[in-house]
């Protein structure tokens, strides 16, 4: 495990090294969840079978025993200071819920190769008119968005450059972790087949 310093206090990470790394997946967690999350950690075990070193993050107010999350500007800062940290070149990104939007919203900042989005919340139940698609289509590399079918959070759209994988389930994503291991296997296969072993 790193801790790693912050403009908003340490961050910690906890690392899950692939043998023979080709790359990595860095992943956030979600608003009032940790790391331990078990979409986080499916997609963590599938990432480092797929020879991806892991590296997941959690935030300053994590870390300070908060479970209230940070307005958005200190998250992404947080999350940019680690990435620029860790020992890779072009990772992959993104996260749960909330770190999910962190990592889309940083994409550009962090060069990332390409994000996965776990549960990633379109707008708040209930109010679809406070959409977060524009956080979506900020991201101009390929996207994966895993997503339960009645989730409260809504439901993404496809668009080019961007799969959305629809699952049995609510925003836990706990009900098909078979499919979602499919998902993001095939993903991060695909992304390095396509980016032919470019990334380090």
């Known amino acids: 495990m790193l801790e790693l310093p912050t403009p908003h206090g340490p961050a910690r990470v906890h690392v899950h090294e692939a043998q023979d790394a080709r790359g990595a997946l860095v992943l956030g967690h979600g608003a009032g969840g940790g790391v331990g999350a078990p979409d986080l950690v499916a997609a963590t075990q599938v990432a480092v079978e797929c020879g991806l070193t892991v590296y997941l993050v ?15 500007a200190q998250l992404d800062a947080a999350w940019t200071a680690v990435v620029s940290q860790l020992p890779v070149e072009r990772p992959y990104v993104g996260g749960r819920s909330s770190g999910a939007r962190v990592a889309c919203r940083t994409a550009a900042a962090t060069g990332a ?16 008119e406070k959409t977060r698609l524009p956080e979506l289509e900020l991201v101009t590399v390929p996207v994966l ?8 959070f809504g439901m993404p759209p496809d668009a080019p450059g961007r799969r959305v994988v629809r699952l ?4 836990s994503l706990r009900s098909d972790m078979p499919g979602l291991r499919e998902a993001v296997r095939a993903f991060l296969g695909e992304e390095a087949l396509d980016r032919g072993g470019e990334q380090r």
């Open 145 to 152: 968005v895993v997503q339960g079918a009645s989730d409260p």
């Open 113 to 128: 190769a390409g994000v996965l989005c776990l549960a990633f919340p379109l707008h708040p139940p209930g109010k679809p």
């Open 168 to 171: 049995k389930g609510n925003h």
């Open 58 to 72: 959690e935030q300053p107010y994590r870390v300070a025993g908060r479970r209230s999350p940070a307005p958005a």
